[in-house]
């Protein structure tokens, strides 16, 4: 893949295996921030469609990896029921049982996620692995997650251009205004401020003419964006 392909493929996949080549059994490495909120942003795109304990389980992994730092606790909690999702097949008693769990640590109402029938497997099991990725401590096997359901944009979206080299970001440019803006937006998920944040940015003697782009024009946004967590990163 070269740039060009990156900037207007369709092609999630194709992207994802550019950056995540598979080496040897033996090359799995450690999953990373921008991983697990690429997923998440492929749930959220695909809301509708979940079944609702799997919906369920992405919430609490929003809680989770949203902020800055891991909530252990919780995901220790959850991270079982997410993982058993992709073990049992949309069979009707497995789903409800996951239900019931959730519901009784307080993730998720009892009668919003029982089903009375059995579902797709085929379909279910795409479901449960974006459902259980965000989770996993190591890089996924994204091609167990069919491909309607991941999104070149978002892929764009949250690791940006790799073909592209720029200059590192420097921390003086972490102003006050700056800091402010840009936590609001990922604490919300309002991004109607990313053209003002692009403004602070100037202000404060940041050059880097890609992240004005992005905010200004760089269309639809999502928390995992590559531009605002590199103005959050410490």
């Not at 937006?185 to 990313?194: I, K, P, R, Y």
């Not at 404060?204 to 999502?222: S, T, V």
Request: glycine share 6%.
């Amino acid at each position: 893949m070269n740039e060009r392909d990156w900037l207007t493929t369709s092609d999630a996949l194709a992207q994802l295996d550019h950056l995540f080549p598979i080496r040897g059994l033996d090359s799995v490495e450690p999953q990373s921030r921008s991983s697990r909120l690429y997923l998440l942003g492929c749930a959220r795109q695909a809301w509708d469609r979940l079944p609702a304990v799997c919906r369920a389980v992405v919430a609490v992994a929003e809680r989770v990896y949203y902020g800055r730092t891991v909530d252990r606790g919780l995901r220790k909690a959850v991270y079982e029921l997410a993982e058993e999702l992709t073990h049992c097949r949309g069979e009707a008693d497995r789903v409800n049982a996951i239900g019931r769990t959730l519901a009784g640590l307080g993730h998720a109402d009892a009668t919003a996620v029982w089903v009375e029938a059995d579902m797709d497997p085929d379909q279910w099991t795409g479901f449960a692995y974006l459902t259980y990725f965000p989770f996993s401590r190591l890089t996924p096997h994204f091609r167990r997650v069919p491909a309607e359901l991941h999104s070149a944009d978002l892929v764009r979206e949250v690791f940006g251009n790799p073909f592209a080299l720029q200059p590192e970001f420097n921390a003086g440019w972490r102003t006050e205004n700056v800091v402010q803006l840009a936590s609001h937006a990922h604490a919300t998920g309002d991004f109607s401020a990313l053209a003002a944040l692009a403004d602070a940015l100037e202000e404060a003697g940041c050059d880097r003419q890609d992240i004005f782009d992005h905010f200004r024009n760089g269309g639809a946004h999502i928390r995992g964006c590559w531009a605002l967590e590199l103005v959050l990163r410490e």
